[in-house]
């Protein structure tokens, strides 16, 4: 099941995009900036896999416990 996806620029930043919904139909989605400078980058490109600039890819629900800011 895809959360949104992630797509890397030219200067590496990884952009996610994306959405969630309640089980009361409330709907939200948001776009995450991560240049390759910040603290979580590692993190990121690691869960949403191999990534290069142009490219986007798919982004699996991280686990429950993980919270990403």
Not at 27 to 47: E, T, V
Not at 49 to 68: A, C, F, K, R, T
Request: one cysteine or more; a negative charge; glycine letters at 8%.
């Amino acid at each position: 099941m895809s959360i949104g996806i992630a797509k890397m620029d030219q200067q590496r930043t990884i952009i996610l995009e994306l959405r969630a919904e309640t089980a009361e139909g409330d709907r939200g989605c948001a776009q995450l900036k991560y240049p390759s400078q910040h603290p979580q980058y590692d993190a990121i490109l690691a869960h949403v896999g191999e990534l290069s600039p142009g490219q986007w890819i798919e982004v699996e629900p991280w686990p429950d416990e993980m919270y990403v800011a």
